[in-house]
């Protein structure tokens, strides 16, 4: 049999040759490989062409891809759409192709993420693009709270909002009405007579009759801050730009305390307190909870949840000498790549996606976001839902975003979070609290400041 | 004369034969390693010094690198979340490593013994090969503490009411632990189930015939005999318990208050929360290195308690 075998001249220089072809077989399908991977990947700059991307989930994914297509339609342009959907993916995988040279030319900045790419020279300022008389976009379109980290304190603007949602006081008339509560808080404040007094009464009767008055969120400061200021007080000096002050202010202090015996006492619930999959919204759906704190976000949800019989309205946060104030709006940014080979159809593209035009077309309809350019109201005030709408567009008028020492220092805002949890899952002292963060957040924030100058 | 050279002429061509083969068969045999070799330089060792080398500078990811050092490493002994992650780190790990391994053992055990134990090995190797992520969030329901499946069951059944296990700052590490030992009980399982049928059974008809009762039969001749792999399902444990993430990530974010905050959730809040990638890269170093300690250790002590004679 061997003899046989051995005879064969194909079969003494069988493996040899076999390995050798392999081998090149193999280098060639790798080449081939990577060459493909190099054409489907990177931006997209060849021919005018310009490629953006920003966090989207499946649902928002398809309506900016159908904006995307529309404005490729009425402007003869080649913009492709990479959308990442996952908001915590996000900003590494930008990070990476930013390192490689193959960051898209017009992204999303998170307000948190905005400062890494002003410290490291890899956004375009837009601040002279902005002043260019054939901008289609102007700085003054904006309110001025909605700058943030993404404008420096002498002007500099590297960052423009893509739209905003506002805090306001979501309320369930169902919850309120069986808690004996008659007059609704938006009537009450038609008359003037909403304030932090009478929301507590309200709390009091919907907590006697077995329900959650109030969520605390957990998910950011902002709703802290809110009350806070609501209360008259300051949480950083300079604008937003300075020292963390809170817990010298008298005013900040005592909404904490507030804040937090209305925890202690079960009057409100504190989110990190709720098992992780019984979140606010659920709760409010289920008409388990009168009152929470949130933006234009959670509309689509109780708009569906109308048909179960949810009834609901909205309101701005109560003051305690009956004032609203400012309240927090979050907030995020679309930027121009500093790399990118066609800056001025980047620029174009980017101007149009946060002009008036723009954000009427990205909001209408299914919309979760109030527009952050002036002239696009009508796409929050349209189906009168919800009824006092209005409310949603005088807290962006008058709101402020997360302030820029904060949130120039990534993953501060979450931090100062975790260090409020003893106050509200434990009862931890509010005042020694406040001076503990003072303590953490002043010597992080000093590299921000000098980088917001 | 001639014969002679002839002689010294054939040595030298088998010897020449003998070394060209060797060559050929080194060359060959480092060619078809070649694909592993490449794949661990790339993806362990080019790491591993990429890590040591952040370690020793301030990066965030985008803008200049500067060498501080051992700043970052003194900033991080000295950092109280380090301290907090590995103290909730090495308590998830008395918990879930003695638990993970018993009941791995235990049914085994069982199992040993048991016809159709190949349905059995697929039913408790399946969460193994299942998403830790999908896991999470399967175990962020059972585990609610209003109407998971498990307070649910307690109330009912037993007029217990559970804890608030992802909320309650004393429950969160057991919870996760729990959630960790049911994960792993399917591949320790395996193990233990492959080193129970490597025992020789003349060992066991032995002890049998001398009078041993089933407790004197496993804790003289099988545990004994099972200590090889009881040692190398040890060591991998405790690795893989320090290293835990994907539980915290999902279920708890390393609350409440910081209750399961753990080392690698630290790592990962401080590179890609906080863009500070010098200080993560030094924690992952002191990690390493007190992985690398308790494993010389447990290395040290084989020897009083492993038995690798049969």
Known sequence: ?453 | MRLQLDVSAMKASVHRNRWRRTLSEAFWGGFFLLPQLIGLVTFSLIPLVIVLWLSLVHWDGLGEVQFVGLQNFIDQLSDPNLRIAFVNTTIYTLITVPGGILLALLVALGLNKVRGKTIYRIIYFMPVVTSSVATGVIWLWLLNSDAGFINVLLRSWFNIEGPAWLIDAHWVIPSISIVSIWSSLGSNMVIFLAGLQNIPSTYIEAARIDGANRFQLFWKVTLPLLSPTLFFITVLSIISSFQVFDQTFVMTQGGPDKASYTIVYHIYNLSFRQFTFGPASASAMILFAVLLVLTLIQFAFQKRWVNYDL
């Open chain 1, 1 to 453: 049999m061997n003899d046989r075998l051995s005879s064969l001249p194909l079969v003494k220089a069988n493996r040899r040759t076999f390995l050798s072809h392999s081998l090149a077989l193999g280098a060639s399908l790798a080449g081939i490989g990577t060459l493909l991977q190099s054409c489907g990947g990177g931006n997209a700059n060849s021919n005018g062409a310009i490629k953006w991307s920003t966090w989207a989930g499946a649902k928002t994914s398809k309506r900016l891809q159908e904006f995307t297509d529309r404005y490729n339609r009425d402007h003869n342009a080649n913009v492709k759409f990479a959308p990442i959907p996952s908001y915590d993916d996000y900003l590494p995988k930008i990070l990476t192709q930013l390192n490689g040279g193959i960051a898209p030319d017009v992204f999303y900045a998170a307000d948190e993420h905005i400062i890494k790419l002003i410290q490291n020279k890899t956004i375009e300022e837009l601040t002279p693009l902005l002043a260019k008389s054939d901008s289609v976009v102007k700085e003054s379109d904006y309110f001025p709270g909605m700058w943030g980290a993404a404008r420096t304190r002498s002007g500099k603007i590297y960052g423009i909002p893509v739209d905003c949602n506002p805090i306001v006081l979501w309320y369930n008339k169902k919850v309120l009405q069986e808690a004996g509560i008659t007059e609704m808080p938006a009537e009450l404040y038609k008359q003037g007579k909403w304030t932090r007094d009478v929301f507590q009464q309200m709390i009091d009767k919907i907590t006697a009759n077995k329900k959650r008055g109030y969520i605390l969120a957990s998910d950011s400061m902002l709703y802290h801050y809110s009350w806070a200021i609501n209360n008259g007080g300051r949480i950083y000096d300079k604008d937003g730009y300075g020292d963390f002050i809170a817990d010298q202010d008298a005013k900040t202090v005592e909404a904490f305390e507030w804040l937090a015996e209305n925890v202690r006492a079960k009057k409100f619930a504190y989110a990190s307190s709720l098992p992780s999959n019984q979140s606010e919204d659920l709760m409010f759906t289920a008409n388990q909870v009168g009152f929470l704190s949130a933006g234009r976000y959670y509309l689509s949800t109780f708009k569906g949840a109308r048909a179960k019989g949810l009834d609901y309205d909205i309101v701005p946060m109560p003051g305690t000498d009956g004032k609203s104030r400012p309240t927090g709006i979050f907030l995020a940014y679309i930027v121009l790549n500093k790399k990118t080979k066609n800056p001025t159809e980047a620029y174009k593209f980017l101007s149009n996606y946060v002009s008036k035009d723009g954000e009427t077309l990205r909001l209408k309809d299914a919309g979760d976001a109030v527009p952050s350019v002036k002239g696009a109201d009508q796409v929050v005030l349209d189906g009168n839902d919800p009824v006092h709408a209005q409310h949603l567009l005088d807290a962006r008028n008058t709101g402020f975003a997360t302030f820029a020492s904060e949130m120039g220092t990534p993953g501060l805002s979450l931090d100062i979070v975790s260090a409020f949890d003893p106050v509200f899952l434990k009862g931890a002292d509010v005042k020694t609290t406040l001076g503990k963060v003072a303590a953490m957040v002043n010597p992080r924030i000093k590299q921000a400041q000098s980088l917001l100058q």
